[in-house]
Each structure stands twice: as structure tokens, then as C-alpha cells.
């Protein structure tokens, strides 16, 4: 049962559009989620979190909103930049218990930035 | 630089044999993960350590074995046991506190089966 969803496995946007990139979660017991960017044969990097005390964090071009009630977040990256072009996990967290730490992934959206 | 080192990039295993997967890290983090990522999947977490000399099973733990005998290493060892291997495996480790840490990833160790 996938406890972090992503139901679109791909996006494509147009250069200088906004991307929105969404997840959804099942365990309330999250109290963390981070986004991460992952190019082909590499390792994941991390882009942005948000704590669940919050609704909204910004890192330049990325924002991440979070809505508890619907169990629901967003990524968006405005601009788009060709650059952008890659897999994008979200990946939630339960400060909780022995497995304080560790993630549960989303299987991806693959998002094209087309010049 | 800091950051994860993982050894070999690529990995190629004949069947009934055990391979080593290194991870290194010199981010002086105290948790360190393993990964699997299948084609179209996440990353699902095979085993994890918050501490050297201690380990935890993840979800997919079967075939599968670590050791934590220093802070900066996490080997993986992925056993005949384990009818599946090919993926691509990648480590991870991060901080700990009273607030949660990101992960930090290497590059990953892609495993093939001749």
C-alpha cells in the first residue's frame, strides 16, 4: 500500500512556465516532506522540505505548499528552465518511534522543461 | 569536499555469488541508508543504521546484509539469497536531532547479473 503518491508520472511545461508538481499521502502520522530532483544514473538531490507546522517554505525558484487537511503537496518551480528537466521524488517522514529519519518515497514525476 | 562516495558504479554479479556494495560518506552523519530504485519505482529502503555498530531492516531486508563497524561506512552485501538483485542501489545519510535531517544521496552502484 504506497503511504507517498504521485500520480502523474510525467509533466512537460513550456520554458519560463510555472511547473506544479503534486504528491499525495495517506500516513498522518507524516511530519516531514522533501522534495528531491534526480537526473539519470545519479543520486537523488535534495531541493526543499517543509515541517508540517508549516503550510509554505520558498527556496528561490521552488516552492513547496502543504495542506495537511487534504493530505496533499505541491511543488512548484517558477521559472521553468530546460536545466529542470529530471525525475522529481517527494518523500515524507514520521518523527516517530525507531524510524525517526527515514523516508518513504514517491515513485516520481518526470518533468520536461521544452525550450 | 563532503559528501557520499559509492564503489564501484557499476557492478556485474554471476549467480550464487556475493557482492560487496562500498558507501562512504565524510559528512559526519550518524544515519546512513540503503536504497533500491527499480525501473518506474521510488527508493525503497533495504536497511539502515543511526548508529556505528547498530542496524535496522527496512522493507526489503531479504537477501540482504550491512555492517556499521565505523561512523563514515555502511557496506552492503548482496547475497545469493536475493533472486533479484538488478537495480540500481543507492546510499544515503543525514544528520540527527530534534528536527528531522534531509538525506543526502551518492551517485549509486547499478548491480547487473551476467
Known amino acids: 500500500d504506497q503511504q507517498v503518491k504521485q500520480n502523474s508520472p510525467s509533466l512537460s511545461v513550456q520554458e519560463g512556465r510555472i511547473s506544479i508538481l503534486n504528491c499525495d499521502y495517506t500516513?498522518?502520522?507524516?511530519?516531514?516532506f522533501l522534495w528531491y530532483k534526480k537526473y539519470p544514473a545519479e543520486g537523488p538531490t535534495f531541493l526543499i522540505s517543509?515541517?508540517?507546522?508549516?503550510d509554505k517554505n520558498e527556496d528561490g525558484r521552488f516552492t513547496v505548499f502543504l495542506n495537511k487537511s487534504a493530505k496533499h503537496l505541491s511543488l512548484h518551480i517558477v521559472p521553468s528552465q530546460p536545466g529542470d528537466s529530471a525525475v522529481y521524488f517527494c518523500?515524507?517522514?514520521?518523527?516517530?518511534?525507531?524510524?525517526?529519519?527515514?523516508?518513504?518515497f514517491g515513485k516520481g514525476t518526470k518533468l520536461s522543461v521544452k525550450p | 569536499d563532503g559528501g557520499i562516495t559509492q564503489s564501484p558504479k557499476y557492478l556485474f554479479r554471476k549467480e550464487g555469488q556475493n557482492v560487496t556494495l562500498s558507501c562512504e560518506q565524510n559528512l559526519n552523519h550518524d544515519a546512513m541508508y540503503w536504497y533500491r530504485q527499480d525501473p518506474g519505482q521510488g527508493l525503497r529502503l533495504i536497511y539502515y543504521s543511526q548508529i556505528v555498530n547498530d542496524f535496522q531492516k527496512g522493507d526489503i531486508a531479504e537477501g540482504y546484509s550491512v555492517s556499521r563497524e565505523k561512523k563514515e561506512s555502511f557496506p552492503l552485501t548482496v547475497t545469493s539469497a536475493q533472486k533479484n538483485p538488478t537495480a540500481f542501489y543507492l546510499c544515503?545519510?543525514?544528520?540527527?536531532?530534534?528536527?528531522?535531517?534531509?538525506?543526502?544521496f551518492g551517485d549509486g552502484t547499478r548491480l547487473s547479473i551476467l
Open positions: 500516513n498522518s502520522m507524516f511530519d516531514y
Open positions: 518523500a515524507a517522514s514520521a518523527h516517530y518511534g525507531g524510524s525517526q529519519g527515514n523516508l518513504i
Open positions: 544515503a545519510s543525514s544528520g540527527q536531532g530534534a528536527i528531522t535531517q534531509p538525506q543526502h
Open positions: 517543509i515541517s508540517s507546522i508549516k
